[in-house]
T-cell receptor, first 110, second 114 residues
């Protein structure tokens, strides 16, 4: 079983719609959680950190459920530019290695 | 831009050869991590360097080795290249005391092993 699992998609999303997807992690000692965005053949870029209380950044909302060990990302009012692969990332401690899921591909279409 | 640079951008090698990849961290960052990303997969942690010392290693064989220099730039060396080593190699830097462990990635080196 992989440490971080994601639905690979693709999620085909009409422009303006809302899309949400989860990832699950197996290590209960995980302390830090992130969503990274990766465009085709580019490096991953931090989209947002995920805090225990949940957090929002514009059209993006992230939630953490420690009891069930999953993290979610919701994108509202999807834009064509949101088309990318979204990587769920966990870490056991500050300064420690990042463990990535395989990514969820999102395609926003007109 | 993250300020993390990597060289070369692309590289083609043959099986059995050796390769050195380079990374310059963002100014003020003293921790560099290396990741391997095979096509269609998420990045996999290779190792991390903190102030010139290895500070954690993933499940990679000893033919993957690294260095960090006093200016915190870093090298990844891979000996006896295998076909499965073909991947995007990413380095990421982070500053000391980053409680949230945010890492900033360079553009990567795409290695093809024939």
């Amino acid at each position: 079983r992989k440490e971080v699992e994601q639905d690979p998609g693709p999620f085909n999303v009409p422009e303006g719609a809302t899309v949400a997807f989860n990832c699950t992690y197996s290590n209960s000692a995980s302390q830090s959680f992130f969503w990274y965005r990766q465009d085709c053949r580019k490096e991953p870029k931090l989209l947002m950190s995920v805090y225990s209380s949940g957090n929002e950044d514009g059209r993006f909302t992230a939630q953490l459920n420690r009891a069930s060990q999953y993290i979610s990302l919701l994108i509202r009012d999807s834009k064509l530019s949101d088309s990318a692969t979204y990587l769920c990332v966990v870490s056991k401690a500050a300064g420690n290695k990042l463990t990535f899921g395989g990514g969820t591909r999102v395609l926003v279409k007109p | 831009e993250t300020g993390v640079t990597q060289s070369p951008t692309h590289l083609i090698k043959t099986r059995g050869q050796q390769v050195t990849l380079r990374c310059s961290s963002q100014s003020g960052h003293n921790t560099v991590s290396w990741y391997q990303q095979a096509l269609g997969q998420g990045p996999q942690f290779i190792f991390q360097y903190y102030r010139e010392e290895e500070n954690g290693r993933g499940n990679f064989p000893p033919r993957f080795s690294g260095l960090q220099f006093p200016n915190y730039s870093s090298e990844l060396n891979v000996n006896a290249l295998e076909l499965d080593d073909s991947a995007l190699y990413l380095c990421a830097s982070s500053p000391t005391g980053n409680a949230y462990n945010e890492q900033f990635f360079g553009p990567g080196t795409r290695l093809t092993v024939l």
